[in-house]
């Protein structure tokens, strides 16, 4: 199969495009032929070596995150899923490879597409929409009549969260530019905050949740917004201790995680509010809750550009310019 491989680690490297064997599949998995795939800024992080430490993998690597597709064989522990079935899923870690003719993936990780949606439009979902539905459903457990702040709201993260945020009945504000603001409103943001011009610390007061995404000084601003007894959930670190606990890092790895949170840690429990990191994880239930949300039209993907296979490169350079406006998929199919 035709797959684009990571050879060295390297800001801005290049991925090659090579000929591999279709990968063996293990008897809990299926094996999907790639119609589409998401491109994530973890594949791009992962690309420069940002990640080493979290997510050891050896070299060469397929990345890839996010797959559409169809299943075209299944492994003898495989239950729900059969041949021709079309699917989607964010392909865990250690077993990622998406951006490949063939993938992987593991049953309890995937989900049928949900119905209505193009093979583009099931890649662009899984990544974002989990990451969203951990942070906003599972740590924050957002209510309905709560505050929420969501960052960077025109994002691939922020354009789902919006939508699943007002889903559960919270009010959302959200920071995008100017150029963003029909988007995000659209998505169901009430207060937009142009970040280029207005400072976010002035404007809200007494959130109940904020989803980070940005740098520490704007974590160290968000809980200056954010209520006594509300949550900060930050998906752009510091990692806290329960993280390194739950990916079974080693000791070293757990001091420096302990060590890097500690001052948000600190300053998050003197004011009454709760600190979390979180790492999304593949999760095939979830993705299927998401689809009935989809289908009830309560939430819809939002897709900046699909590029064709060979351009995959370009893809990746597109979502690290940080202007994407929703997601970004390659159509490999
Ligand atoms: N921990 C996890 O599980 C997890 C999961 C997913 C993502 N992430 C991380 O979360 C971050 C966001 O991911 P993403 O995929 O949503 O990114 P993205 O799609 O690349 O975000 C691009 C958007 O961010 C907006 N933006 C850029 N700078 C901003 C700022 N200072 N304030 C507000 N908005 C700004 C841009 O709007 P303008 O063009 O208007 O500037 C653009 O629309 C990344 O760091 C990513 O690695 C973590």
Do not use: C
């Not at 973890?42 to 690597?61: M, Q, S, V």
């Not at 709201?153 to 603001?181: K, M, P, Y």
């Not at 752009?236 to 001091?255: E, K, N, T």
Request: charged share 25%; no cysteine; proline share 5%.
């Amino acid at each position: 199969m035709k797959a684009f491989i990571l050879e060295r680690y390297g800001k801005q490297r290049a991925l090659t495009l090579a000929e591999l064997p279709t990968p063996a599949l293990r008897d809990d998995e299926v094996l999907v032929e790639v119609h589409a795939a998401g491109v994530n800024l973890l594949d791009a992080k992962i690309r420069n070596g940002e990640f080493k430490l979290i997510l050891p993998y050896r070299l060469p690597l397929v990345l890839g995150h996010d797959v559409a597709g169809v299943v075209v064989k299944a492994g003898p522990r495989v239950r729900r899923f059969k041949p021709g079935d079309e699917v989607h899923a964010r392909v865990d870690d250690f077993r990622i490879g998406s951006f490949a003719e063939f993938v992987p993936v593991r049953e309890a990780s995937l989900a049928l597409k949900p119905q209505g949606l193009t093979m583009e439009e099931a890649a662009s979902i899984p990544l974002v929409g989990l990451t969203a539905w951990q942070a906003l459903v599972e740590k924050a457990r957002l209510a309905k009549g709560q505050k929420v702040f969501i960052q960077a709201g025109s994002g691939g993260v922020g354009t789902f969260a919006i939508q699943l945020a007002r889903h559960l009945g919270a009010t959302v504000a959200t920071t995008t530019s100017a150029a963003n603001t029909a988007l995000v409103k659209g998505l169901g943001a009430e207060v937009v905050i142009d970040y280029r011009t207005q400072d976010f610390e002035s404007i809200l007061r007494d959130q109940d949740v904020v989803l980070n995404s940005q740098d520490g000084k704007t974590l160290e601003k968000s809980l200056r917004v954010l209520k006594a007894g509300g949550r900060l959930i930050s998906i752009s670190g510091p990692p806290d201790p329960d993280f390194g606990r739950d990916i079974g890092a080693p000791g070293f790895v757990r001091l420096a995680m302990r060590l890097l949170s500690a001052g948000v840690r600190r300053r998050a429990a003197a004011r009454g509010i709760d600190y979390a990191f979180l790492f999304m994880k593949a999760d095939g239930r979830q993705l299927q809750q998401i689809a009935r949300l989809i289908e009830d039209g309560a939430i819809r993907p939002v897709i900046d550009k699909v590029f064709p296979f060979a351009a995959t490169n370009e893809a990746l350079a597109h979502v690290e310019s940080g202007r994407a406006k929703g997601k970004v998929v390659i159509r490999v199919k």
